[in-house]
């Protein structure tokens, strides 16, 4: 299933180390925000409310950059990052333009993710594996759509809660409330 760190980008774990620091130094700092520098040099603008409201919804917490790196590096501390790759690799052929590359990449996402025995194998019902299967004798921008629901509602129901009561976290926000 999972690889472990390794599998875990470099500069995703680079930063989730960053954050860390990052919100520590902020927290110190009187006029409540920091500046750093990601690994490709352009400026980080952290702020104090920022961690409470990856609080609010799960959504939130996947649509801002630096939340979505401490939670996949959640994710790999929990043998689980494949569920995140997954569903990013899945976002990421959504949005791509409709080209001859688009059969050939679904195919790279069904065989790391889907397949059974698959290297990164996600877990998803018998059934959702054949309609996906399915999908890719045709392959559309959406075929992998029933695929990342399932996914991301599993990682809503389970992982996000897990996140939340997680000593990083709770680090974090308990710090930016007494901030």
Known sequence: MCRGLESLPTTC????????????????????????????TDKLRLNKSEPLKWKESFENL?????????FRAFLVSEFSEENIAFYLACEDYRITKPSSKLSATAKKIYEEFVCSDAPREVNLDHETKAITKKNLEHPSQSCFSLAQEKIYALME??????????TTYLEISRQVKSG
């Open 13 to 40: 774990l680079e930063r989730a180390k960053e954050l860390k620091a990052l919100f520590g130094g902020f927290l110190q700092k009187p006029d409540l925000s920091i500046i750093g520098h990601s690994h490709k």
């Open 62 to 70: 996947l649509s801002n950059q630096n939340g979505l790196c401490l």
């Open 157 to 166: 129901k389970d992982c996000y809660p897990r996140f939340l009561k997680s």
